[in-house]
């Protein structure tokens, strides 16, 4: 896996549709590797999809085999409902670059893994990885019955 924007494009080049499944609705696309799926929270970035798992389109309509032969309408667009969303999904797809994408990861990386933390009180990890010591208490296979 390439930590880059990749997921941007998938999102709107993909034709995603809703797949119901006993856990909820999470979609997926009709292309060779269907065992690739995103989240009610993936898809919502860029599209207006109904909340629940009441979900009733396609992200592509004209992806005819991701979307199974057009039989569901294309889902519109979030940027009349969620237009930050919609409008960072657009930053971070942009094809000239991923410096967007890695501006903005760096910012919420930060907040993050320092939340609640002042500056004095956390530390710098050290970039040698040396071999740790084996763990002196070894676990069990089931754990012991309490009395």
Request: hydrophobic share 30%; net charge negative.
């Given at each position: 896996?390439?930590?880059?924007?990749?997921?941007y494009?998938?999102?709107?080049?993909?034709?995603?549709?809703?797949?119901?499944?006993?856990?909820?609705?999470?979609w997926?696309?009709?292309?060779?590797?269907?065992g690739?799926?995103?989240?009610?929270?993936?898809?919502?970035?860029?599209?207006n999809?109904?909340?629940?798992?009441?979900?009733?389109?396609?992200?592509?309509?004209?992806?005819?085999?991701?979307?199974?032969?057009?039989?569901?309408?294309?889902?519109?667009?979030?940027?009349?409902?969620?237009?930050?969303a919609?409008?960072?999904?657009?930053?971070?797809?942009?094809?000239?670059?991923?410096?967007?994408?890695?501006?903005?990861?760096?910012?919420?990386?930060?907040?993050?893994?320092?939340?609640?933390?002042?500056s004095?009180?956390?530390?710098?990890?050290?970039?040698?990885?040396?071999?740790?010591?084996?763990?002196?208490?070894?676990?069990t296979?089931?754990?012991?019955?309490?009395?």
């Amino acid at each position: 896996t390439i930590f880059n924007r990749e997921f941007y494009r998938q999102t709107i080049n993909r034709g995603w549709r809703p797949r119901h499944i006993s856990a909820g609705t999470d979609w997926t696309w009709g292309g060779n590797n269907r065992g690739v799926m995103m989240l009610n929270t993936d898809i919502c970035l860029r599209f207006n999809i109904p909340e629940g798992n009441n979900q009733n389109c396609c992200t592509n309509v004209g992806r005819q085999n991701d979307c199974r032969n057009n039989t569901l309408p294309q889902c519109p667009d979030s940027s009349s409902v969620r237009p930050e969303a919609f409008q960072a999904f657009e930053r971070f797809n942009d094809r000239r670059s991923d410096v967007p994408f890695f501006e903005a990861f760096s910012t919420a990386w930060v907040k993050a893994t320092e939340n609640g933390y002042d500056s004095n009180s956390l530390n710098d990890l050290d970039d040698a990885c040396d071999p740790t010591n084996q763990p002196v208490n070894i676990p069990t296979l089931a754990p012991f019955p309490t009395q």
